[in-house]
């Protein structure tokens, strides 16, 4: 049946009858694919009934539907004609794992950063509402999860403001904390919330007996997404939304009339659905960490997880905890990233040193700051991709007061597979511009430990620690020291390249070294470890060589070859400086080697790039005067 689902409008054709057998073939086809490759299978288990709900409502992509965020979109993918080539999700050349525009007209917005999903329908509604197109209506899906992010009740906040925009929010509440309200009175109930002629004589009532107090004490049972101590429709509508559920996610007849019926209102409307993480494939469900919420490749029968090697995440994780028994001040938060970042082993070793803020970034490095001016000093662990949306709390409420806060990157640099919003490249340039801010990139596992702990003991000013995705590098030891940076390799003879690696990169100078070596370019290796501020003795160093080239794995504009560069300017060294980063680019996914691969940044391109660089200069020099 599924192969026979080409877009939205062979969803509406079938009969009710058939659509249970459409949510199998849509769950195993899930649970292959993921089997294979890995991928976010957990929630799209959940939301099986709740988008055939969505797609048989609402007339994608007149209606535009927009995923918060969008890893919970693969149904959407199928029903929108993708189930063709989908076993190759997230592979190079294969669909992504999150809303593309590229793959669909039916994929509005590239959504993979939570909370902001509202935003956009918020704008969307307010576009179609100016140019006269009411028909139209915008339909947001939003976790629970992404709920606890900031900018989704600012959102929440503008939407509520205009009364007549249609604008239906279904939340998707997998937490598991409200049993799914069912019956006929339930139903009236709803009915009634969302009639235009109880909305208006509500006006009316208004207008005639003022204002009446609302309690607002019930926000204070609000802890993740939907769920406080009295009922959800309190909290909603004392926003100014309409509310109705909660609904059984997985009725889909059920979620079909609560849909419906939020059309129909032509307002802000507020659908709660309750769903079930992992539904349908047991191992899923069971799966008591986060109901395989973004597991790698396993195996499809018994739902093991295939073999992984050490990642630098696990490196972390374990010095973290090491350094958490010899340091009683030593804390750390996350951004509902508990077990991706490594801080599970911490929460279970000190459970009254951590802090899950939810998917709000911003609030991590302020509460941060706070925990700094109370004594603490607290460890930040973030993806890398995720800092931006917190430069300025980093900046204004972190660095101006020059706390000690430590903030990790995980996922630095090229990640691949999760796509262009998800690579890590962007850290290296923006944090430049703080003030007192130091930056450690470690090269290895080894070099972890070591900055993490020298990270930590900074107490006048922030630091960042950031590492890559995948299996951690092997050690690679230092033959001697150039002031704090560790020498890699010296160059024989007369020296002509000075290899500066930023972290990971350092191996691939290493291997550029050596193919340099066989076209007779004598090259040094120096791995800076510190990358912000940079080490004076860069500066003899460069004057020592006839070209500097920095390899690192961020982008090219504004990262630490334009340091080095202006570093050398500075102290009028007049050394030639090449860097190698990644383009500014929005990247397509693929493996980290692919990519690293296509953009050159490995030993061999670095070489040959190098190599004509060398080439170049020589022969300009060599070319005889003209008189």
């Not at 919970?72 to 989908?86: D, P």
């Not at 093991?304 to 938060?333: C, H, Q």
């Not at 090219?556 to 080095?564: E, I, K, L, T």
Request: with cysteine; glycine share 10%; hydrophobic share 45%.
């Amino acid at each position: 049946m599924l192969g026979s689902i080409e877009g939205p409008h062979d969803v509406k054709r079938l009969a009710v009858d058939e659509l249970p057998r459409l949510a199998g073939e849509i769950r195993d086809l899930l649970v292959d694919a993921c089997a294979r490759f890995g991928g976010h299978l957990g929630p799209n288990l959940g939301v099986v009934e709740l988008t055939i709900a969505v797609h048989r409502v609402f007339d994608s992509p007149r209606d535009p539907v927009i995923w918060d965020t969008g890893h919970q979109a693969y149904v959407h993918k199928l029903l929108t004609g993708r189930a063709a080539g989908f076993e190759a999700l997230k592979q190079e050349g294969g669909l992504s794992g999150y809303p593309s525009q590229t793959e669909s007209e039916h994929d509005f917005v590239e959504n993979s950063h939570a909370s902001t999903a509202l935003s956009y329908a918020d704008g969307l509604a307010k576009a179609f509402k100016l140019r006269g197109e009411r028909e139209r209506t915008v339909v947001a899906v939003i976790g629970d999860g992404a709920l606890t992010g900031g900018m989704a009740w600012e959102a929440l906040n503008n939407i509520a403001a205009i009364k007549d925009l249609p604008v239906v929010i279904v939340v998707n509440d997998n937490g598991r904390s409200y049993s799914p309200t069912i019956g006929g009175l339930a139903s009236q109930l709803s009915s009634l919330r969302v009639n235009r002629r109880y909305e208006d004589m509500l006006e009316y009532v208004k207008d005639k007996l003022g204002n009446v107090p609302v309690l607002y004490d019930a926000l204070h049972g609000f802890k993740k997404g939907v769920k406080d101590v009295l009922a959800p429709q309190v909290m909603f509508e004392d926003l100014g939304l309409k509310y109705v559920g909660p609904i059984d996610g997985h009725d889909e007849q059920a979620m079909e009339a609560a849909l419906r019926k939020a059309r129909a209102f032509r307002g802000p409307v507020i659908v709660h659905a309750l769903t079930q993480k992992g539904r349908g494939y047991t191992p899923a469900e069971n799966h008591d960490e986060d109901q395989f919420h973004s597991p790698g490749a396993f195996d499809r029968a018994t739902g093991a997880e295939k073999p992984k090697p050490r990642i630098w995440t696990n490196v972390f994780s374990e010095e973290l905890v090491r350094l958490g028994k010899e340091r009683e001040d030593l804390v750390a938060i996350t951004a509902a990233m508990l077990h991706p970042t490594g801080l599970n082993a911490f929460a279970d070793a000190f459970p009254d040193r951590i802090y899950d803020v939810g998917i709000a970034e911003q609030h991590a490095l302020t509460s941060a700051a706070g925990l700094a001016l109370g004594g603490l000093h607290p460890v930040v662990a973030v993806y890398a991709t995720f800092l931006n949306r917190a430069f300025d709390q980093l900046l204004m409420d972190v660095a101006l007061h020059r706390l000690p806060v430590t903030v990790v990157l995980d996922r630095a640099g090229v990640t691949g597979d999760d796509g262009a919003s998800h690579n890590g490249m962007w850290d290296l340039s923006i944090l430049q511009v703080v003030p007192g801010l130091r930056i450690a990139v470690p090269r290895d596992g080894d070099r972890v430990t070591e900055l993490l702990r020298e990270a930590v003991e900074v107490s006048d000013g922030p630091t960042v620690l950031r590492f890559p995705k995948g299996p951690v590098a092997e050690p690679l030891e230092s033959v001697g020291r150039l002031g704090e940076m560790d020498l890699l390799r010296a160059a024989e003879g007369e020296p002509d390249v000075l290899l500066v690696g930023v972290g990971p990169m350092a191996h691939v100078c290493m291997e550029a070294a050596v193919l340099l070596d066989a076209q007779g370019i004598s090259a040094t290796v120096v791995d800076p470890r510190w990358v912000k501020p940079l080490d004076e003795a860069l500066t003899l160093a460069a004057g020592a060589h006839k070209l500097v080239a920095v390899v690192e794995d961020n982008g090219r504009v504004g990262g630490v070859g334009d340091a080095v560069a202006r570093l050398l300017r500075d102290a009028d060294v007049d050394v030639p400086v090449r860097t190698f980063g990644i383009p500014q680019e929005f990247l397509d996914h693929a493996k980290r080697a692919a990519i690293l691969g296509r953009i050159g940044l490995t030993g061999q391109d670095l070489a040959r790039q190098i190599t004509e660089a060398v080439a170049k200069r020589t022969s300009r020099v060599e070319q005889p005067v003209r008189r």
